[in-house]
């Protein structure tokens, strides 16, 4: 009989990874998406060097994140997180840019967002 391997409850786990590269053209960040229990975790597989600028998870948005290669996802506030694997892949597009952003000028990530608004 074969043995069937089994999943983490509440968990679809994918090893699709999609590449972004900015507008500008000048930077690649990878994402995956997993689909957790109402909503979807955004795994950062890669991005650029942060270049000396803080890259403290409160900082540059990120959490601990053991499927991640290097050890991130994108951090959301409670209730906040994408719902659907198209918003996910929409907020992740986002977060590069804001990202690269901030690592080319040094304006954080939550002073973009409030200047925008």
Same mark, same amino acid.
């Given at each position: ?13 994918? @090893?699709q ?30 991005? @650029? ?7 403290f998870p409160? %900082? ?6 053991? %499927? ?13 997180? @994408? ?35």
């Open positions: 009989m074969k043995k069937l391997n089994s999943l983490t409850k509440g968990t679809l786990h994918s @090893p990874v999609y590449r972004y590269k900015t507008r500008d053209g000048k930077a690649v960040f990878t994402f995956s998406y997993e689909q957790e229990v109402g909503y979807y975790d955004i795994i950062i597989h890669d991005h @650029p060097s942060y270049n000396g600028r803080d890259e409160s %900082i540059a948005h990120w959490l601990n994140c053991d %499927i991640s290669p290097i050890g991130r996802k994108v951090c959301f506030m409670t209730s906040k997180e @994408p719902k659907t694997l198209e918003k996910a892949k929409n907020i992740s597009m986002q977060y590069a840019e804001l990202t690269w952003t901030y690592i080319l000028t040094g304006v954080t990530i939550d002073e973009q967002l409030i200047r925008r608004n």
